[in-house]
């Protein structure tokens, strides 16, 4: 938890009459500004604060293409060899979000699988969003509270099928 922020927070909304969601509204913003100053564009990132604890979250969703040839935008598209990295995120103690909407299933799958692998193997957990969102943490971060409750369907981080 952030009790820095979180009273930085509290004397605002009480000292200037400023909302909290307001404050916290303002602060994605400039997360999201500051992303677009360093990147050149910020539409695929998300960003979203806790409003109990002041833990941050800030991600860029991208679509995975076959090929390192056929990405066209890379602040937008990952190559399935890039996707790859995905274990080195997860051993670096980094959360991914994969969407896979769109993607051809055979590839879809294999980036599952591979995931999948990858996160059993670390000891993390690989969390079902939607049809094909998938929350990917490594063990040291827990979904806990009403964000597991909101994700719902959690799956086993076996491995799915031959791969990888």
Known sequence: MNKELMEALD????????????LFEAIENSLLTACKNHFGKADNVRVEIDRETC?????????????????????????????REISETL?????????LEGLDLEIAQRIIDFTSGSTFAI?????????????????????SGDLQNLLGTSIDASPIGGGY
């Open 11 to 22: 004397i605002l909304e009480r000292e200037k009459e400023i909302s909290k969601e307001t």
């Open 91 to 99: 051993l670096s103690g980094r959360t991914v979000i994969l969407n």
């Open 123 to 143: 000891d993390g957990n690989l969390q079902k969003i939607s049809n094909y969102i998938f929350l990917v943490t490594p063990t040291n971060v827990d979904i």
């Open 55 to 83: 833990d941050f979250l800030v991600y860029a969703e991208k679509e995975v293409v076959p090929t390192e040839e056929e990405v066209e935008d890379n602040c937008l598209q990952i190559s399935l060899e890039d996707a």
